[in-house]
């Protein structure tokens, strides 16, 4: 078993709209894969997928070997096999605290059932300090979200996904609309990913971001993946110059269906 997830000839389909046409992917065992591509390329229907979120209409899927049913996988199993996905609106309650958002849905609790606040705060405590790397003053367990920075939220759900020992955590556009400094601090969190001996999806239309945190990268347009790269053998330039061209084949395609 070499592969953590391995999608054969996958389509998905709403309302007749084709999302996902004949895609083969896969992300190996302590492996950063980097995805490319425009809006409505097909990157967010690929990682509803894999998440469990939604199902496929045709092709195999496997996890870890185990090949998956589409009508009975969900995202509570792909939970139990290691896999949590932290999309684009970080899905942070704003208005709770740092504890309660790394344990939101899935509370320690005691033997009568009540929440544990101790033990949540004192193993909240520890992710800060171990995963999230919070060392100075201004941030604690009781920090109420919306007054973290957006690479500190970005670190608050990476971490939970961390600390419920996931084997791959999907990350949805992580650093949309964030400054350099956090961009910085969100990429340092997915480099965390790697030293820790996970794998990491990263969903992207920023090449200078994914760059530098990737093993390899897979392009997606119109459906299906139209590249596949090893880091090393190409540099950040090469890599923008393979994605324009497919850019301007995609925009061919589209000016001809319009005439059409």
Known sequence: MDKLVEMKNIYKSYEGVVALKGIDFEVGFNEVVGVLGDNGAGKSTLIKIISGA??????????????INPKKYSVKMAHSMGIETVYQEKALADKQTLWRNIFLGRQITNKLGFINIKKEKEETDKIMHDVMGFRGIGVDVDSVIKTLSGGEKQGV???RAMYFEADLVILDEPTMALSLQEVKKVLKFIQAIKDKGKSCVYI??????????????VAIDRGKVVGSYNHEDLSLEELSEELIKYTKVSTQINQGERIL
Request: glycine content about 6%; overall charge neutral; hydrophobic content about 40%.
């Open 157 to 159: 759900a990476i971490s």
């Open 54 to 67: 939604h199902c496929f209409d045709a092709g195999e899927m496997y996890i870890k070997g185990v090949k």
């Open 204 to 217: 992207s239309h920023n090449i200078a971001n994914v760059y530098p945190v990737s093993d390899r990268f």
